[in-house]
């Protein structure tokens, strides 16, 4: 591989704020490995890279977003596929622990900042993990509206059976990534991960980041 992409999660703490941002790091994670296994990756985690130095001085990513002040680990992987093989490392060995943020406040901050480099991506890159936040959102928000007709049968069934396969999905891939307690917390975390995206996505629209801070 020319270039491998690794994980990075954060250190086990006590507290709601805790669990939530591991969770949403595994859902982050879920993604992004499952396009760069298919052949398209569309980000990593700068902390957790490993390419060669000539490599990254002959796709010379920074002449092209050289002052964008974050997202640049993402812009360069999406550069890199197209000239380098991109490889996956699930190793447990390989992973990158980072403390993580301790308030809601500092959290919310870095993620506009990560959530923001979204508006850098070419189309195709930002559709890979903005389908599946869009199907998400509209999946929780519009289910009171379908509820209402208490004569479809048809409509729990569907509903259940998609929240056991994402249930049985994100079980899968802790065995590999840990969090392994938060399994059980799913169907609420993902309800909760569900009204973060619709938020965190508005917030983005209308204050796009402009510095690191």
């Not at 052949?39 to 700068?46: H, Q, R, S, T």
């Given at each position: 591989?020319?270039?491998?992409?690794?994980?990075?999660?954060?250190?086990?703490?006590?507290?709601?704020?805790?669990?939530?941002?591991?969770f949403e790091t595994v859902m982050t994670a879920i993604q992004y490995f499952s396009w760069a296994l298919m052949?398209?990756?569309?980000?990593?985690?700068?902390r957790n890279m490993l390419y060669s130095r000539q490599l990254f001085l002959d796709v010379n990513p920074f002449?092209?977003?050289?002052?964008?002040?974050?997202?640049?680990?993402?812009?360069?992987?999406?550069?890199?596929?197209?000239?380098?093989?991109?490889?996956?490392?699930?190793?447990?060995?390989?992973?990158?622990?980072?403390?993580?943020?301790?308030?809601?406040?500092?959290?919310?901050?870095?993620?506009?900042?990560?959530?923001?480099?979204?508006?850098?991506?070419?189309?195709?890159?930002?559709?890979?993990?903005?389908?599946?936040?869009?199907?998400?959102?509209?999946?929780?928000?519009?289910?009171?509206?379908?509820?209402?007709?208490?004569?479809?049968?048809?409509?729990?069934?569907?509903?259940?059976?998609?929240?056991?396969?994402?249930?049985?999905?994100?079980?899968?891939?802790?065995?590999?990534?840990?969090?392994?307690?938060?399994?059980?917390?799913?169907?609420?975390?993902?309800?909760?991960?569900?009204?973060?995206?619709?938020?965190?996505?508005?917030?983005?629209?209308?204050?796009?980041?402009?510095?690191?801070?």
């Open positions: 591989n020319d270039v491998v992409i690794g994980y990075s999660p954060y250190v086990k703490g006590n507290g709601l704020l805790n669990r939530f941002v591991r052949g398209k990756p569309y980000m990593g985690v700068g002449k092209d977003h050289g002052n964008i002040p974050y997202g640049d680990d993402d812009l360069w992987i999406q550069q890199a596929a197209r000239v380098a093989h991109v490889g996956v490392n699930l190793e447990e060995d390989s992973f990158m622990l980072s403390d993580p943020p301790v308030t809601w406040r500092n959290w919310l901050r870095q993620k506009h900042r990560h959530l923001s480099a979204g508006h850098h991506y070419r189309m195709h890159s930002w559709w890979q993990p903005g389908l599946f936040g869009m199907a998400l959102i509209l999946h929780w928000f519009l289910l009171p509206f379908l509820l209402t007709d208490i004569t479809e049968g048809d409509i729990p069934f569907f509903f259940l059976s998609g929240l056991l396969i994402r249930w049985i999905t994100y079980i899968q891939w802790t065995q590999r990534l840990g969090e392994k307690d938060t399994r059980i917390w799913y169907p609420l975390a993902e309800v909760a991960y569900a009204v973060y995206l619709a938020v965190m996505g508005v917030v983005t629209i209308v204050a796009k980041k402009k510095t690191w801070n």
